[in-house]
């Protein structure tokens, strides 16, 4: 069983940048770990997958260039940073995980997410 714990939310002015973090817990070992989020009154989106050895899926082009996804699997954990942040950013950002490791499997665990809010 795998836990996902996401932290790193909060308010920030358009511009501005944030780091999300998601901490695993469990059985840890090959899984890819993606980011998806949901917009008030949108359904939820993927956003980055990165798989266990460090190969990343983008799901939504317009994060390129802005969006960026790590992990450090020595702390068993996941990042998001976001740089450049617009209005449109504004979700709840949840981690999932796939066991098979690939990004564009069906996610198996997820997060209780995380809120980021893009406002002046």
């Known amino acids: 069983q795998l836990q996902l714990v996401e932290s790193g939310g909060g308010l920030v002015q358009p511009g501005g940048s944030l780091r999300l973090s998601c901490a695993a817990s469990?059985?840890?070992?090959?899984?890819?770990i993606a980011w998806f989020r949901q917009a008030p009154g949108k359904e939820r989106e993927g956003v980055l997958c990165?798989?266990?050895?460090?190969?990343?899926?983008t799901y939504i082009e317009a994060v390129k260039g802005r969006i960026t996804i790590s992990r450090d699997n020595t702390k068993n954990s996941v990042y998001l940073q976001m740089n450049n942040l617009k209005p449109e950013d504004t979700a709840v950002y949840y981690c999932?995980?796939?066991?098979?490791?690939?990004?564009?499997?069906?996610?198996?665990?997820w997060g209780k997410g995380t809120l980021v809010t893009v406002s002046s």
């Open positions: 469990g059985f840890t070992v090959n899984y890819a």
């Open positions: 999932a995980a796939t066991s098979s490791n690939v990004c564009r499997s069906a996610m198996n665990y």
């Open positions: 990165i798989s266990y050895g460090g190969r990343i899926t």
